[in-house]
C-alpha cells in the first residue's frame, strides 16, 4: 500500500468516482446507491463526501450531513473502505464534525455483519443505540438482496476515547436461544445485567449460498435483541468470535 491521503470531495469528477466507488461496493454498477447528483446535494446543503485514495486508486468514501438544528450530531449516510483503511475513513469523518461542532454522530448498519459490529463497537467505541426492523424494506443490491433489511442505528461520542468493552461470564450465562445451526444464540446472566446474542460468521456468503438459512438466522437475532432493547439494554461490544455483548445499568437503589 503506497501513502494514503484523504480529502473532502466537492467537484463533479471527484463525485462520480465516489458515486462509481459505492456502486462496485454494493454490487450496483450501473445504479449506484448514491447517485453523484444525490452526493453533489448533500455538498452543496452543508454535508461532505469524503475520499481516501491509495495513491491514485480511490481505496474507501464516506458521506455525511448534520442533524436537527440545535442537535449537535452528525448522521453518516454511507462509508466504505478497502481493508486497513476504514479507520481512516472514520476519523477523517469524525474531524470534519468535531470542527463544525459536532459532539456526537450516528449511523445504521447490518446487524448480522460481524466484522462491521466490530469495526463500529470495539474500534471506535460507538454503542448501539437502536435495532431497527426491515428499515429499509425489500434491497436489490448485490450484497443485501433477498434478505429482510434490519439496522442496529450506532452513536459514537466523537469526544471520547475508545473504550472497547467485553464482559466475562458469557459461557457460564444460561442458554436463552436456539441459532438455525442448533448452538447457543443467546445467553443471559443471572444478574439480568447482560446479554450475550451471537451471528453467523460471514452472512453475505450465507444469502448468496442459501437465503432463507440467511432469513432464519435474521429473525432468531431480531427476536434476541427486540426483546433485550424493549428492556433497556443497548449493544456495546463485539468479539473476535461474533458475539455481541448488551449491558444495561441498575439505578442506585439496584432496580432497572
Not at 85 to 109: D, E, I
Not at 221 to 235: H, I, K, N, P, S
Request: with cysteine.
Amino acid at each position: 500500500m503506497t501513502a494514503v491521503s484523504i480529502r473532502t470531495v466537492h467537484d463533479v469528477a471527484g463525485l462520480d468516482a465516489v458515486s462509481a466507488y459505492f456502486g462496485r461496493v454494493w454490487r450496483t454498477p450501473s445504479a449506484p446507491p448514491y447517485p453523484a447528483e444525490v452526493l453533489h446535494s448533500l455538498v452543496h446543503a452543508g454535508g461532505a463526501v469524503h475520499a481516501a485514495h491509495d495513491g491514485e486508486r480511490l481505496a474507501g468514501a464516506c458521506a455525511a450531513v448534520f442533524g436537527p438544528p440545535g442537535s449537535g450530531e452528525v448522521y453518516s449516510l454511507v462509508a466504505a473502505a478497502e481493508p486497513g483503511l476504514g479507520q481512516v475513513v472514520k476519523q477523517a469523518q469524525r474531524a470534519w464534525a468535531l470542527g463544525l461542532g459536532a459532539r456526537t454522530m450516528r449511523w445504521t448498519f447490518d446487524p448480522l455483519v460481524a466484522r462491521n459490529a466490530r469495526f463500529n463497537l470495539a474500534k471506535l467505541g460507538a454503542a448501539g443505540t437502536e435495532y431497527l426492523v426491515d428499515f429499509y424494506g425489500p434491497m436489490r443490491d448485490g450484497v443485501n438482496g433477498g434478505d429482510e433489511s434490519d439496522r442496529l442505528t450506532v452513536t459514537w461520542d466523537l469526544a471520547a476515547p475508545a473504550q472497547p468493552y467485553e464482559i466475562p461470564g458469557r459461557e457460564a450465562a444460561p442458554v436463552t436461544h436456539r441459532a438455525p445451526d442448533g448452538a447457543a444464540l443467546a445467553r443471559r446472566d443471572l444478574a439480568d445485567l447482560h446479554v450475550w446474542c451471537r451471528v453467523p460468521d460471514d452472512v453475505v456468503g450465507l444469502r448468496a449460498a442459501d437465503p432463507q438459512l440467511a432469513l432464519r438466522w435474521r429473525r432468531a437475532v431480531r427476536e434476541v435483541f427486540t426483546e433485550a432493547f424493549g428492556q433497556g439494554f443497548r449493544a456495546t461490544g463485539m468479539s473476535r468470535d461474533g458475539w455481541y455483548t448488551l449491558t444495561r445499568d441498575h439505578d442506585e437503589e439496584g432496580t432497572v
